[in-house]
């Protein structure tokens, strides 16, 4: 087994990293939707973030797939041997490495060996499940309200509310995120007479399109504002893709058993792990 290494930060190696794996990871594409999503980014921006991306390959081609980028690595399923021999290469590169998103429970393996040769160590663990949806089934009573995108005059009102979002849901800030995603008509607001919940359009493979920061204020909930929200926004993006993913907590069975009802389906189970040496 050997490792293909793409570890300089140009665009034009993250494509050629795409390319190379992406027959790979299309072969179960719901469950790699984060990863081709970070790889069709680092593949078009004009300026990506350092980030190193390595393949385990046989003569057969790709058999696991890790990127590192912002600090953070991420790893495909694959056998175990795949995946040691990418957490060597990784730990054999000395980046800096905080956290880590595995797949399970394929994903213990690299998670034990990048933890052992970088002498890291997991101090806790967020469990998530990853959900795809073909066909939305509407929710028996819908939110009064509208889909509308979010514009200029909304960011400051919805920057707090993501600062709040990060907050409940346990994750690092992006600073400007909702100035960022009204710029690129990905922030969506369901409104009444007020803005009353959010979700946008956080990333996508070739068939498909993932729905991230679905927040609803606390004094605005158990109305239905996220539930009609989230079934309205995944049935317009159905007109367009083959199906739709989302993320979410495990410890928040309210949000799961929502997503399930609007015909959402478990497509695999992650650990986003935070290290430390």
Known sequence: ?????FGVSVSPTAGRFLTATQGFLEADEAGNCLLLSILDRLA???VPPPHHLAAATTARGPSAVAI???QRAMVSRGPARALITLAEDLASRRLPTVGAVI????????LARLSAA???APISRQHQRLHRI???TPPAHPAPGSLRLAHKADVPGLETWLDAFCLE???????NHAATLVGLKKLFVWQTDRPVAIAAVVGGTRQSKRIGLVFTPVAERGHGYASTLVATLSARLLTKTRFATLVTDLDNPVSNRLYARLGYQPCGDIDSVTLQP
């Open 1 to 5: 087994m050997s490792v293909a290494r």
């Open 44 to 46: 078009t921006v004009a």
């Open 68 to 70: 590192w980028r912002s």
């Open 103 to 110: 797949p399970l429970p394929d994903g213990e393996a690299f």
């Open 118 to 120: 970088a002498g890291l």
């Open 134 to 136: 073909d066909r939305v």
């Open 169 to 175: 849901a346990r994750i690092e800030r992006t600073p």
